[in-house]
Structure formats: structure tokens, C-alpha cells
């Protein structure tokens, strides 16, 4: 690494968060969740928001999350990100690259205030990105979405299999209902979610799915 390189303890990056969640009480209670990886040197944190709830379409609530992610081995930037989980089928739900979102190098110093205000944008943004989720459940999944979709998450020809074999849990609608015209986008997006979500076991993999699916 360069002389410049400065560790960022995974515990010092979950804890930056945290100080400003508590600094932000219309978050509410808030459950966290992290993943060790790499023999140390990648960490994975969720933060979800039980009681900030949204509803898609009736009875699929889904709730905020913050994605923290660190690295030891110089593969990550520390990285802070909002997303969503899916209550319904416990899918985790990625947010496209425009919304709030903060990165820093490693040869920066950990600002606080900035990850704060950047929480605060990202909860007052969420909800236009709700606005768009309901959206996607009252239109059809077109074939040139779908094949966008696939082009951007660039599946190994075994991913893609598992993913036609996918049943939507809420819907038992499949990828080749879409030939019906009964897969709405809303639909498509969480068939792809659950599979990123329960089928992919590797993390760093996982991670990489994430990232390519934000574009979709």
C-alpha cells in the first residue's frame, strides 16, 4: 500500500454509523447484522430499521437499511450505502448508484458529520424510492428489460439457470411468465433479489452481484 494508507478498523466503521444514527431518533430502533469474511479482511454490515416500514403493494412492507462495507486487504473502500429488506420473503434489496451513499479511501480520515448528513438525505429520499418500487408493480417486465438486466449482472451460464428456476414467494410467478405478460418489474427485481440474496453463498461474489444489479 502507499505511505498514505490508513487502516479503518471494522469496528471503528460500524461504530462512525451507529454515533450518528443515535444522533438521528425519527430512525427509531434499528437491528445490525455483520459478516466476518476473507480470514478478516472484508466486513459486511447490515443495519435495518423495523419501525420505518413502507408499503409496495398490500402486505409486502419493506423497511430501510444501511450496507456498510470495510476491508482489511485493500479489495474495499469503506463504504456506506442505503438499501431496503423485503419483510415478505426476507429479501435484502439493492438501491440504484444515485441514491445517498458515502465512500471513502483509505487515506482519508473517517468524517462523522458527513456520514450523518448523508443518513438524514438517504432516509428523505427513500421514500421517492418507494414511489418508483409501486410503479414497477403496475407495469409488465419488457423482453429488453430483462435482457438488460441479464447484460448488466453478467451471469455465469449456471447463475442464470438457477435464476429461471426461481419462484417469486409471493407471487409463484417465475422469469418465463413474463412470455404472459404477467411479470410485472416489481416482480422481475425481487426474483433477482431473492436469488442474490438466498443462493449466493459466497460473499465477496454476493457483494459483486449487489454492485452490478444497482445498475439494472
Same mark, same amino acid.
Given at each position: ?7 479503518? $478498523? ?12 443515535? =444522533? ?14 476473507? &480470514? ?8 435495518? /430499521? ?18 456498510? =462495507?470495510?476491508?482489511?486487504?485493500? &479489495? ?5 450505502? /442505503? ?20 465512500? =471513502? ?11 450523518? *448528513?448523508?443518513?438524514? $438525505? ?6 421517492? *424510492? ?29 447463475? *442464470?439457470?438457477?435464476?429461471?428456476? *426461481? ?11 413474463? $412470455? ?37
Amino acid at each position: 500500500v502507499s505511505p498514505g494508507y490508513q487502516l479503518v $478498523k471494522h469496528e471503528d466503521a460500524i461504530e462512525t454509523v451507529i454515533q450518528a444514527i443515535d =444522533k438521528s431518533p425519527e430512525f427509531g430502533k434499528y437491528d445490525i447484522e455483520t459478516d466476518i469474511f476473507g &480470514g478478516g479482511g472484508k466486513m459486511k454490515t447490515k443495519i435495518t /430499521f423495523p419501525d420505518v416500514k413502507y408499503n409496495i403493494g398490500k402486505g409486502d412492507p419493506i423497511y430501510p437499511t444501511i450496507d456498510i =462495507k470495510n476491508s482489511y486487504d485493500t &479489495g474495499w473502500q469503506y463504504e456506506v450505502r /442505503f438499501g431496503a429488506f423485503r419483510l415478505i420473503c426476507s429479501n435484502g434489496l439493492v438501491i440504484g448508484k444515485s441514491f445517498a451513499f458515502y465512500v =471513502k479511501k483509505h487515506t482519508q480520515s473517517l468524517d462523522q458529520e458527513a456520514v450523518q *448528513q448523508i443518513l438524514i $438525505k438517504g432516509m428523505e429520499e427513500f421514500s421517492e *424510492q418507494t414511489g418508483i418500487w409501486k410503479k414497477w408493480a403496475d407495469r409488465v417486465t419488457t423482453s429488453s428489460e430483462y435482457e438488460y438486466a441479464m447484460k448488466e449482472l453478467d451471469l455465469t451460464k449456471k447463475e *442464470q439457470e438457477a435464476v429461471h428456476e *426461481q419462484v417469486e414467494i409471493s407471487s409463484n410467478l417465475m422469469l418465463d411468465d413474463m $412470455k404472459t405478460k404477467s411479470l410485472s418489474y416489481w416482480v422481475f427485481f425481487n426474483i433477482l433479489s431473492q436469488y442474490i440474496t438466498h443462493h449466493v453463498t459466497r460473499p465477496i461474489r454476493k457483494a459483486k452481484l449487489e454492485s452490478r444489479a444497482r445498475k439494472i
